[in-house]
């Protein structure tokens, strides 16, 4: 009996910025005084994708619609400083230097329009935008970009673009059970319209200091389990299942379901939940053992196969790929 494959990937953690027009009360990303803004600059950027080590992913990921935030004047000052007069001329930039250092970029940046995902389709591997909830709650009030419609919106037009795509949900934020079983059918539905979603990822809510969710308990375990078990009935069988092995033990959500840990990283930290280091790989192998531990790229194999990608980045799809569409085995067999 073929033992069951439990995939991971290895990138560079870029936040682009954290300047961000939501503010959802248990974020600690999104820069709340001008003193905590930033926008990474392109020597920073640099130093980082070119001492990338064995990653072949840069995350790019960004506080939403920047330019329409509270500290927007920040934000634009330093947009023209830089030469680009948006958030999206900005990435894609950095994109294109993350291709010519050999990292296959995904970027993350928000509820994005048709127009935006398009151009930075050329650009990317895969995208991303978690769901997090199809329900109205407390904890986005004052966070138009959380609008469930938009955000559905967002992922279907990347559906359309035939953009392999990553999704997810954020447990313990106040939705109820029936809350995560309609958002997990709603992607249901999105994929079975377009087949692009290549993973959703369930992740639990960490209370972080200074935020207004502060005091708000954390998902127990036994509740996650569940919602990782109802995911693979309600998912298709091609869409991955991936739980964070830096924020919750991945063992028992493999069994029930999981077959992903998302990216790790040797060069950066986990910009979202700061407090929580990632595991290298051998203890990723150790965590997950009895089960194999197989590495991928931000595109999914089946989507390697597929050809859901541009001619910019096939050169580096073409070196770091197997025949089976994953992560080419190193010469030290792992």
């Not at 939501?22 to 001492?51: G, M």
Request: with cysteine.
């Amino acid at each position: 009996m073929k033992t069951k494959c439990v995939t991971f990937s290895k990138n560079v953690f870029i936040p682009v910025t954290n300047v961000c027009r939501n503010a959802c009360e248990y974020c600690v990303f999104r820069a709340r005084r001008l003193e905590d803004a930033y926008i990474i600059q392109k020597k920073e950027f640099l130093a980082l994708v070119k001492t990338k080590g064995a990653a072949t992913e840069a995350l790019f990921t960004a506080g939403e619609k920047p330019a329409l935030a509270n500290l927007s004047s920040f934000f634009k000052k330093n947009m023209l400083d830089s030469g680009c007069s948006s958030l999206l001329e900005y990435t894609k930039e950095l994109c294109k230097l993350a291709i010519k250092h050999g990292l296959l970029p995904h970027c993350n940046l928000g509820v994005l329009g048709k127009e935006e995902l398009k151009e930075l389709r050329e650009v990317n591997a895969s995208m991303g935008l978690m769901l997090e909830t199809t329900a109205e709650l407390e904890a986005h009030e004052n966070s138009p970009g959380k609008n469930p419609k938009e955000r559905l919106k967002t992922i279907a037009e990347a559906g359309k673009l035939k953009i392999p795509f990553t999704t997810g949900l954020l447990i313990g934020i106040g939705e109820e059970k029936e809350d995560c079983i309609r958002s997990l059918e709603a992607i249901k539905s999105l994929h079975g319209k377009y087949g692009h979603i290549q993973e959703v990822i369930i992740q639990p809510f960490i209370p972080k200091p200074f935020t207004a969710m502060w005091n708000k308990k954390p998902p127990s375990f036994e509740e996650l389990k569940e919602v990782v078990r109802v995911a693979r009935e309600i998912l298709p069988e091609e869409v991955a299942i991936q739980v964070p092995p830096n924020l919750t033990s991945p063992l028992e959500l493999i069994e029930l379901g999981a077959s992903d840990l998302g990216g790790i990283s040797e060069k950066t930290i986990d910009y979202i939940n700061p407090e929580s280091p990632w595991p290298g790989e051998e203890e990723l192998r150790k965590l997950v053992a009895p089960f194999e531990l197989r590495e991928r790229l931000p595109i999914y194999p089946g989507f390697v196969k597929k050809g859901w990608y541009s001619e910019e980045i096939r050169p580096l799809i073409e070196r770091y790929a197997d025949e089976e569409g994953f992560r080419l085995r190193r010469s030290d067999g792992t």
